[in-house]
């Protein structure tokens, strides 16, 4: 059968419509391809000419100087659906003597009824008129514009599919605008507390979507209410599911000595050996360790290029004790090489890359008796990010010497904690300004290994 002619921007790709524009041939290599494709999940010429006005404008204003979107394609319905929103709210593009409304109502909702419900075709039409907006819509945008990447965005992507899920099996259209104080409420009885989740688990995932809503609230018209960090489970609350929390602890003197003193010369083990001597005298996080390059190394420090917070970023002076292990690890390296390039993969793959080192140390450190568990708790009192605690306890100890050299705000440099939030943030961090190199250097070289 032969198919119907199109109009400018438009062409067919199989049954369906999409929207194709060139990229200007100066443009190409920044873009990275010749034409930009947008489906349009619709076989209707009319349709298509409706939808096709704002996704033109928005590319053309994109290649104007706004990098070009790479979103992932997927959900044709409900993103079917935010097409006719954009093009409901802008109708200009639409042709003369055309109600767009009314084509939507006539050849896309009437249809829907009839061949799966009414139900889904109410769900169609809220979103096309702007009434309710699809979680799983702007998920691939939010992860986009964090950045998030690997283990951080596959938790990210994990802790919002537990409530679109949790939407489904009630019923429930999971959309920003219907899911409200009471419904949240409801998802955290219902998924965490009356299953007994751990709370740090269920406390996470509350805290993902607590950034989904925030950021949603920012980039779009929504006015909605961001209740869910109120929605947190509490310690009174977790001991009332039967946990029996035991605070994280650095470790003592005696069990860094221990875990120091007990591996043996096994490549594995110096692996093991190797990182965490490191991690006890910078007070590196794992994940920072393990995503250090060799062109992070350089002027006698290493360079956090990026990590969970902004003060993530910054500069750690290498302690004169590990000045052989680096150099050791670097040599006959190029830049671009890991300095622990014995662990697998990469920091951008959904398994973290210092994962493989956590869990050696974790059978390790059990072997050798050091953490305990509370009741109903998935993780030890310590672990791995203990050494962290312990050097930020030996820095701490050593501030009441005279003429130590360096304050309790370059201990939060070093180790990449925020200080605007702390007693005299503004004056201490802002005003006076960060700490010299040679005082975040007297900090390292404070902390020295147990003997």
């Given amino acids: 059968m032969k198919t119907k002619r199109l109009g400018r921007y438009l062409e067919w790709h199989g049954a369906k419509i999409r929207v194709r524009i060139a990229v200007p041939a100066v443009m190409r290599a920044k873009v990275g391809k010749a034409h930009i494709k947008v489906p349009l999940h619709t076989a209707d010429p009319l349709e298509a000419e409706i939808l096709k006005g704002?996704?033109?404008?928005?590319?053309?204003?994109?290649?104007?100087?706004?990098?070009?979107?790479?979103?992932?394609?997927?959900?044709?319905?409900?993103e079917r659906a935010l097409l006719w929103r954009d093009a409901l709210s802008d109708p200009t593009g639409s042709p003369e003597e055309v109600d767009p409304r009314s084509v939507m109502l006539d050849s896309v909702i009437e249809p829907l009824r009839q061949s799966v419900g009414e139900e889904y075709a109410a769900r169609f039409l809220a979103v096309a008129d702007g009434k309710a907006t699809p979680i799983a819509t702007v998920v691939d945008q939010w992860v986009s514009a964090n950045r998030y990447q690997g283990h951080t965005e596959a938790k990210a992507r994990h802790s919002v599919a537990v409530l679109v899920k949790w939407c489904e099996k009630s019923n429930i259209f999971p959309c920003f605008e219907l899911i409200d104080r009471p419904q949240g409420s409801r998802f955290v009885l219902e998924t965490y507390i009356s299953k007994q989740v751990n709370s740090a688990t269920a406390n996470d995932h509350i805290s993902w979507i607590t950034r989904l809503w925030k950021w949603h609230r920012a980039n779009s018209s929504w006015t909605g209410e961001n209740f869910w960090s109120e929605l947190r489970i509490s310690d009174k609350a977790a001991r009332r599911m039967g946990e029996r929390k035991r605070s994280k602890r650095p470790f003592t003197n005696e069990e860094v000595k221990s875990l120091l003193s007990s591996l043996s010369d096994g490549k594995s083990q110096r692996t093991l050996l190797d990182?965490?001597?490191?991690?006890?005298?910078?007070?590196?996080?794992?994940?920072?360790?393990?995503?250090?390059?060799?062109?992070?190394?350089?002027?006698?420090?290493?360079?956090?290029?990026f990590g969970k917070t902004e003060a993530a970023e910054r500069v750690v002076p290498i302690h004169s004790s590990?000045?052989?292990?680096?150099?050791?690890?670097?040599?006959?390296?190029?830049?671009?090489?890991?300095?622990?390039?014995?662990?697998?993969?990469?920091?951008?793959?959904?398994?973290?890359?210092?994962?493989?080192?956590?869990?050696?140390?974790s059978r390790y450190r059990r072997k050798l008796?050091?953490?305990?568990?509370?009741?109903?708790?998935?993780?030890?009192?310590?672990?791995?990010h203990s050494f962290r605690r312990w050097f930020i306890d030996r820095a701490k100890a050593r501030l009441v010497e005279p003429g130590i050299g360096y304050t309790g705000w370059t201990i939060a440099e070093v180790v990449g904690h925020n200080t605007d939030d702390?007693?005299?943030?503004?004056?201490?961090?802002?005003?006076?300004?960060?700490?010299?190199?040679?005082?975040?250097?007297?900090?390292?070289?404070?902390?020295?290994?147990?003997?």
């Fill in 54 to 78: 704002p996704i033109v404008a928005r590319i053309m204003s994109e290649l104007r100087g706004v990098e070009v979107a790479k979103s992932k394609e997927g959900k044709a319905a409900l």
């Fill in 275 to 305: 990182f965490i001597t490191i991690l006890a005298l910078s007070g590196l996080r794992t994940g920072e360790l393990a995503a250090l390059r060799v062109s992070d190394i350089f002027e006698d420090c290493f360079h956090v290029r």
């Fill in 322 to 361: 590990l000045c052989s292990l680096v150099e050791r690890r670097t040599q006959g390296k190029s830049s671009g090489d890991y300095l622990f390039d014995d662990l697998p993969g990469s920091e951008n793959t959904k398994r973290r890359r210092g994962a493989s080192v956590s869990q050696s140390f």
């Fill in 369 to 384: 008796g050091i953490g305990e568990k509370g009741a109903n708790s998935r993780q030890d009192t310590a672990d791995m």
């Fill in 422 to 451: 702390e007693p005299l943030g503004l004056t201490m961090s802002v005003y006076a300004g960060p700490s010299s190199r040679e005082q975040l250097r007297s900090c390292v070289q404070a902390v020295s290994l147990p003997v």
